[in-house]
């Protein structure tokens, strides 16, 4: 009996005997037949390779790849490319022992079969004879016996070792045709022709395989669901997995109480896991929903355990564990067996998190209790109805300013997840690899009796309880898993995910990794609350300015948990007003014509933006002018006669070089390679010579870091004292960072007793300034890419062409159809298998597939959906080179500029600056012609240059240099960036200081009351400030126990300047103590009331408004020493509750209050 697959004898015998061996063994051996069909595919396609000159063999040459190359998908239909990926993914589940049958076998032959349709009507060249439909009939029933995995193996094997040479074969006849075609016009002409008759065979194939191959709604929804079910590791083979018949549903919905679950999901106890009820992709996801509840309480009767509820329509997917959340929520897949299995062990063994002691060596400050104890109250609830623990938030934002261990609060959190069994599988996610390094190091430190795993280097350990990667790791991590052997993280892989410095550039980015995993999101960061901006809130689900917890830097320092800080603002001439030719001395004109002219006469308008200071240009006196000023008025070190460690945030690597270079010629006695350190991601050894710098146990060498982009966040440096901010900051979190860099407390760092008491911060490029008119900055990371820029730009030209005033014009409207078939074009070709695209399917579908005819009536709507969920996915196309796409962004500007401005004098001068860029790039160009293809297109590069091209009507001489040229762009000489040293004079505008945070030059307001005694008390509170780092007095702020010969000793030199005691305590009113009235002038250390409180925090579980109580006493008695119990109902904290500590505390918490509070008083009667 003939095969189905005989048309492909004569012509495409390179995968015809496969193809025949998948047919034979169909129905007999459906295992071997998937395997053969899928090698079939892979010689096909590798076939088309070859063969087709509008394909261009990729660096990775696995089948998953080819098939995702933008130019192979875009020559199927959308339901004929999803078919080649069933055979891929079916194959795969044959060629490592996955269960798979004869329906999958049958399946896959059948679209196998309509594939080598399409082959033989767009390639074959001897006449093509349709063969009409799939044959079922013509499957052999009987056949030999099955091949082994160990004969897979080797067919595989041999098939790899035959594409190998096949593609080697390709690459050198690839090369000889690139050559001819570039060298003989005519054979080129030639290539064009057969080239252009081959798009119509293809498009031929296409619509005759959509008339001979429908597929219905029901197939569609099938395909989806059910590819997605097995990816997660359902094979869906067992007699009850679909259309289960179930007992007890009303008679309302079924007079006879039966009814059929369209998918259940097992467990190995027999017991459901899980039911997915399927609803038309045409219908809303949540009509399943009731649906969905009835079956599970059917389920529940018949088998004593109520399954999690899935509804889907294909595109989107529901989850609803009603036995703990309330509410369903969208998912982005279903969960693996081995994820519901732990989710049902949580619905008998999850312990309230509001109730969990929490780790006090790791988070014992009060402020970080209370956060953890805010996040827990925020993700944990109680049943107001039955009173069960339920789960309510799903997402938590903490506002912690940088230096009051948001990693030590995330690490706490963490543990007492996995102790209380709400997670299992913990991924920390940071946007550099040193951020990412150093949380992972914390978390060992302190957990590490759990296994951690670092993406960015390690080898992936599935069991791992803590995974660490950056946004980019993980997004490629996510994707990968569509691949054969990659890692696969479904969408329940990881129950806690911590997001470091969350803001909305993250999330804009990396939105995909948000919405992919369904898990709990806690973000961490260290932007003011109301610098926050609002989509950030709304990624954790929250109000604007409304996060779960906050501990701000100014709470922070007037605790004494953080250093305050100083600004000094230091602008120059130059740095504010860049340099004007006009304003320069005679000779500095010369050197600005010799150096920057290239010799040429200056107009006398040339001016060099601050901008392009210290980027392209730089200025040595203004260097030498600004770091003079921080050598002199910088906090120093070793009796005043050395700069403080300094970091020094410098615009590009060539900056931090030059001004390493000038600090060299200021003090070549001081100055060395290593006293002053570049520390950039170009620098060798970066790293350790940050941990140098940072070391807190060595004073070591650097002591000026001048950095680009690697200090700026995620370091501990406690021993910086002097900040420079040497470039602008849009960001405000970054600004925040680089603050933090000196925030840290560092106690004895000048000697014994002699503490950091605060850092400054020099501002030579008016950042703080910046701030103040843009209170929320200007994000540049949310910046768009070259590409998303590049569709969103011919999608707005395309609508403006769509205007009253060009209907008529036909030339126009053919322009407009080939922009948006290319649009159009590039939404049906994304890649289904990329996580993020997956999660966008409807409108992929909407706007892709073959619904080319919507994108001839776009709405308002419809553009803003386009260009906000659509265009971010688009990727630049295979070979396209960043060049090319600049000079259709070029092209496309000026054709957009062209039809707006019709006055050739107008359009000429008002975009000139465009123009010239066009202008240049032909210049660049023309310097190429020995390139044959560049040569071919002389005339055409030449037009450019001609002022007239510019005066021609219409925009279809753009069009056509555009296409002409955006190919050759690629051959122009890479562009040195030309660095230049000037010496024009400049000077400091004006040195004022700003105080931020809290003044140094007087102490805050809240530990800081001026006396109302002139004499003996007011004499003795200023000996005290004066030696406030006596070493006795130090002990006594910091509430460590001193003897009474050590007390008598201190109150002998203070009294040695004729204070008499019997007159202090006359004028006073009553006991002189000298430890009180030393805590009620300097106060007492924060780190002791933490302590004496931390204990009964955890004793008694107590929740975020208990804690916060506790944080107003803690501030009086760390400002005056002590409390009296009476005070704890006075206005201050009736602010809390009404009765004050009778209406947050029972009578035995309230008890304890007075004992610890007792304590205070205690140590302090001496």
């Not at 098939?67 to 490319?81: A, D, E, G, T």
Request: hydrophobic share 35%.
């Amino acid at each position: 009996m003939n095969s189905n697959f005989q048309f492909l004898k004569s012509e495409f015998t390179t995968f015809f005997d496969r193809a025949v061996k998948a047919e034979q063994t169909a129905i007999t051996d459906p295992r071997t037949s998937l395997v053969y069909s899928r090698m079939a595919l892979e010689e096909a396609i590798n076939w088309m390779y070859a063969n087709d000159a509008e394909l261009e063999m990729p660096y990775d040459t696995t089948l998953n790849s080819l098939m995702v190359q933008i130019q192979f998908k875009k020559q199927f239909n959308h339901k004929l490319y999803n078919d080649l990926h069933i055979i891929r993914k079916t194959g795969n589940f044959a060629t490592h022992n996955k269960p798979v049958n004869d329906v999958d076998a049958l399946n896959v032959i059948d679209a196998l079969f309509y594939f080598a349709k399409w082959i033989g009507r767009s390639y074959a060249q001897d006449g093509y004879q349709d063969p009409g439909i799939f044959d079922f009939e013509r499957i052999p029933k009987e056949g030999p016996n099955a091949l082994s995995k160990r004969q897979i193996g080797q067919l595989q094997s041999q098939l790899d070792k035959e594409l190998n040479t096949y593609q080697a074969q390709l690459k050198a006849k690839e090369e000889e045709r690139q050559q001819l075609a570039d060298e003989n016009e005519l054979f080129k002409k030639r290539i064009d022709d057969l080239q252009a008759q081959l798009e119509a065979n293809k498009l031929e194939a296409n619509k005759a395989d959509e008339v001979q191959h429908p597929r219905n709604e029901a197939e569609t929804r099938k395909y989806i669901i059910d590819l997605a079910l097995r990816e997660a590791g359902w094979e869906l083979n067992g007699i009850n997995d679909k259309e289960y018949k179930v007992q007890y549903m009303p008679k309302s919905t079924n007079k006879s109480e039966t009814g059929y679950v369209d998918y259940v999901l097992w467990d190995d106890d027999g017991l459901p896991l899980a039911l997915v009820e399927a609803k038309r992709t045409l219908e809303s996801v949540t009509k399943g929903e009731n649906q969905a509840q009835l079956y599970a309480d059917s389920l529940e009767k018949m088998h004593g355990r109520r399954p999690i509820m899935y509804y889907s329509n294909g595109y989107e997917i529901y989850l609803w564990d009603d036995q703990f959340y309330k509410q369903s929520r969208p998912v982005h897949g279903f969960y693996t067996k081995a994820e519901l299995q732990t989710a049902m062990f949580r619905r008998t063994h999850r312990k309230d998190i509001r109730l969990a002691p929490i780790d006090t060596e790791i988070a014992g400050r009060t402020y970080q209790m209370r956060s953890i104890k805010s996040i827990a109250e925020h993700f944990a609830g109680t049943d107001k109805t039955d009173g069960k623990l339920i789960g309510t938030n799903r997402g938590a934002l903490l506002v912690l300013a940088t230096g009051t261990g948001k990693t030590r609060v995330s690490i706490a959190f963490s543990k007492l997840m996995l102790e209380c069994n709400w997670a299992k599988r913990v991924l920390f996610l940071a946007d550099r690899t040193s951020l990412v390094d150093q949380a992972k190091r914390n978390f060992v430190k302190f957990l590490p009796e759990h296994t951690s795993v670092n993406l960015l280097e390690d080898k992936d350990n599935p069991d791992a309880r803590f995974a660490f990667s950056t946004y980019q790791t993980m997004m490629r991590l996510i994707d990968g898993s569509r691949d054969e052997e990659a890692r696969f993280y479904g969408v329940g892989h990881f129950d806690l995910i911590i997001i470091d410095e969350a803001h909305r550039s993250i999330y804009k980015k990396y939105q995909a990794i948000f919405e992919y995993f369904d898990a709990l999101f806690l973000g961490l960061t260290a932007t003011p609350i109301e610098r926050i901006d609002r989509n950030t809130y709304q990624m954790f689900g929250l109000p604007d300015q409304s996060p779960t917890d906050a501990y701000t830097f100014d709470e922070a320092v007037a605790n004494k948990h953080l250093s305050p800080y100083r600004t000094i603002t230091l602008p120059t001439q130059f740095l504010t007003h860049g340099i004007k030719y006009s304003e320069l001395s005679e000779e500095e004109k010369e050197e600005f014509e010799e150096e920057i002219l290239d010799g040429e006469e200056a107009t006398g308008n040339e001016w060099i933006s601050s901008s392009e200071l210290n980027t392209w240009l730089f200025n040595k006196p203004t260097a030498i002018e600004t770091l003079r000023y921080v050598l002199e008025h910088g906090i120093k070190k070793r009796g005043g006669d050395e700069l403080g460690k300094t970091i020094i945030f410098a615009k590009n690597q060539k900056h931090a070089q030059f001004l390493k270079d000038v600090f060299m010629e200021l003090d070549k006695e001081l100055f060395g390679n290593d006293y002053v350190k570049v520390i950039t991601h170009n620098e060798p050894k970066a790293q350790e010579f940050i941990n140098r710098f940072c070391d807190e146990e060595k004073d070591r060498l650097p002591q000026i870091a001048i950095s680009v982009d690697m200090m700026d966040t995620g370091i501990d440096a406690p021993s910086c004292v002097n900040l420079v901010f040497y470039k602008p900051v849009k960001s405000y979190a970054k600004f925040w960072q680089m603050i933090g860099r000196g925030s840290r407390l560092r106690p004895d760092l000048f000697g014994v007793g002699e503490d950091k008491s605060h850092f400054l911060i020099f501002d030579l490029c008016g950042n703080f300034e910046f701030f103040e008119e843009n209170p929320k900055g200007i994000d540049g990371s949310t910046q768009k890419s070259l590409t998303e820029i590049l569709f969103s730009l011919r999608l707005q030209l395309a609508e403006y062409l769509k205007s009253p005033q060009f209907k008529e014009n036909t030339d126009l409207q053919e322009f407009r159809t080939e922009l948006l078939d290319g649009l159009h074009h590039e939404i049906a070709s994304l890649v289904l298998e990329r996580f993020d695209v997956k999660m966008k399917l409807e409108i992929v579908h909407e706007f892709g597939n073959d619904n080319r005819e919507i994108w001839n009536h776009l709405s308002k709507r419809d553009i803003k959906r386009i260009e906000d969920e659509l265009a971010p996915m688009v990727k630049p196309k295979q070979g396209d080179s960043d060049l090319a796409r600049y000079y259709d962004k070029l092209i496309y500007t000026l054709i957009t500029k062209r039809l707006e401005t019709p006055n050739n004098e107008e359009y000429v001068k008002g975009f000139i600056i465009p123009i010239s860029k066009v202008a240049s790039t032909s210049k660049k160009l023309l310097k190429k012609t020995t390139i044959p293809a560049v040569k071919a297109k002389e005339n055409l590069i030449k037009m450019p240059l001609e002022e007239e091209f510019w005066k021609v009507d219409g925009i279809a001489h753009l069009e056509k240099l555009r296409k002409g040229v955006r190919e050759l762009v690629k051959y122009m000489d890479p562009v040195d960036q030309r660095y230049v040293t000037t010496n024009f004079v400049d000077s400091i505008i004006d040195g004022k200081v700003v105080t931020g945070g809290y003044s140094v030059n007087e102490p805050p307001e809240e530990g800081y009351r001026v006396s109302p005694f002139q004499n003996n008390v007011h004499r003795l509170e200023k000996l005290i400030r004066e030696n406030e780092n006596h070493i006795t007095i130090t002990r006594i702020h910091k509430g460590e126990p001193i003897t009474e010969a050590e007390l008598k000793a201190l109150e002998n030199m203070l009294f040695a300047g004729g204070i008499d005691r019997a007159s202090l305590e006359k004028e006073m009113g009553m006991q002189f103590s000298l430890v009180s009235f030393i805590i009620s002038l300097i106060g007492l250390s924060s780190e002791k009331v933490d302590a004496a409180f931390a204990k009964f925090i955890n004793d008694y579980r107590l929740n975020a408004v208990q804690i916060k109580f506790l944080d107003t006493i803690k501030e009086f008695i760390t400002k005056d020493g002590n409390i009296e119990p009476s005070k704890l109902y006075d206005p201050s904290f009736r602010k809390i509750h009404s009765l004050g500590v009778d209406g947050v505390f029972n009578e035995e918490q309230t008890a304890a209050i007075f004992q610890i509070i007792n304590t205070f008083k205690t140590s302090q009667q001496a």
